[in-house]
């Protein structure tokens, strides 16, 4: 199997992703930005808890926040990953409103040139004022191009407190039983309310913060051997395994960027 060959880019608070990957599957998991997918060669197929989306080369993907997914890379894949924050988009987002996509997948080759057009300007910035106006034309562009709508976004309180005691203690062992008693809920309704809202099982929405928390850390710190046990892994061995499924490295890919 071909060593993947990618790379994480940041612009203040927008990530873009750039990877010829082969045939890798990343586990369920969803991203607090949108998430724009643009496939140079080969095939990217999402599954969504109730959709099936496989997007060809030279075809465009939306995705919006907090949407549950996995996705399947094509063997000798090519594609680039664009994370923007609700903050680019120039109609102002309430905390129980946020705008969603509706028709997420163009093949229109127009609107993917002109796409890629703004994605360079914004690579080719040098300044901090520049990756904003960068990041705001591509907001705008999404919004001129695609049908979107407001949606309600709310979680029921018991599920966000929950969800603030896992973000605060990824660290240790964090049972069923104990956050079901922090959302004073028993465990089976607990796990199901959870999984409604959210989109992802206790387990798996734990997987996911501990390794987006792995991935800042190593970042910010440049280390990786203390951040094995700070993000509740108890071994390097499957620490490596879940972190390289959720971002295609190994977590020293991350040393020094």
Same mark, same amino acid.
């Given at each position: 199997?071909?060593?993947?060959?990618?790379?994480?880019?940041?612009?203040?608070?927008?990530?873009?992703?750039?990877?010829?990957?082969?045939?890798?599957?990343?586990?369920?998991?969803?991203?607090?930005?949108?998430?724009?997918?643009?496939?140079?060669?080969?095939?990217?197929?999402?599954?969504?808890?109730?959709?099936?989306?496989?997007?060809?080369?030279?075809?465009?993907?939306?995705?919006?926040?907090?949407?549950?997914?996995?996705?399947?890379?094509?063997?000798?894949?090519?594609?680039?990953?664009?994370?923007?924050?609700?903050?680019?988009?120039?109609?102002?987002?309430?905390?129980?409103?946020?705008?969603?996509?509706?028709?997420?997948?163009?093949?229109?080759?127009?609107?993917?040139?002109?796409?890629?057009?703004?994605?360079?300007?914004?690579?080719?910035?040098?300044?901090?004022?520049?990756?904003?106006?960068?990041?705001?034309?591509?907001?705008?562009?999404?919004?001129?191009?695609?049908?979107?709508?407001?949606?309600?976004?709310?979680?029921?309180?018991?599920?966000?407190?929950?969800?603030?005691?896992?973000?605060?203690?990824?660290?240790? !062992?964090? %049972? &069923? +039983?104990?956050?079901? $008693? #922090?959302?004073?809920?028993?465990?089976?309704?607990?796990?199901?309310?959870?999984?409604?809202?959210?989109?992802?099982?206790?387990?798996?929405?734990?997987?996911?913060?501990?390794?987006?928390?792995? !991935?800042? %850390? &190593? +970042?910010?710190?440049? $280390? #990786?051997?203390?951040?094995?046990?700070?993000?509740?892994?108890?071994?390097?061995?499957?620490?490596?395994?879940?972190?390289?499924?959720?971002?295609?490295?190994?977590?020293?890919?991350?040393?020094? !960027?």
């Amino acid at each position: 199997m071909k060593k993947p060959n990618v790379s994480y880019k940041k612009y203040n608070d927008i990530e873009i992703f750039e990877g010829k990957v082969a045939s890798h599957q990343y586990g369920w998991h969803f991203h607090q930005s949108y998430t724009i997918v643009l496939v140079e060669k080969g095939a990217v197929t999402y599954f969504f808890r109730e959709d099936k989306i496989v997007v060809e080369a030279q075809q465009i993907l939306l995705i919006n926040p907090f949407e549950v997914h996995y996705n399947i890379t094509s063997d000798d894949c090519e594609y680039k990953v664009v994370f923007l924050p609700h903050t680019y988009f120039s109609e102002p987002i309430s905390e129980k409103q946020i705008i969603c996509f509706t028709n997420r997948i163009s093949n229109s080759s127009t609107l993917l040139h002109d796409l890629k057009k703004n994605i360079l300007l914004l690579e080719s910035a040098t300044k901090e004022q520049q990756y904003q106006l960068g990041g705001q034309k591509i907001g705008l562009f999404l919004l001129e191009h695609f049908i979107h709508e407001w949606r309600d976004f709310a979680i029921d309180n018991r599920i966000l407190k929950t969800l603030k005691y896992i973000n605060e203690n990824l660290a240790d !062992k964090l %049972l &069923i +039983e104990e956050l079901a $008693k #922090v959302s004073c809920m028993s465990k089976f309704h607990f796990q199901r309310l959870f999984k409604k809202q959210i989109g992802l099982t206790v387990n798996d929405y734990i997987q996911v913060q501990r390794t987006e928390l792995a !991935k800042t %850390l &190593i +970042e910010t710190e440049n $280390k #990786v051997a203390p951040i094995v046990h700070d993000t509740g892994y108890f071994d390097q061995s499957h620490f490596n395994k879940a972190f390289k499924k959720m971002w295609v490295v190994q977590p020293s890919y991350f040393l020094d !960027k």
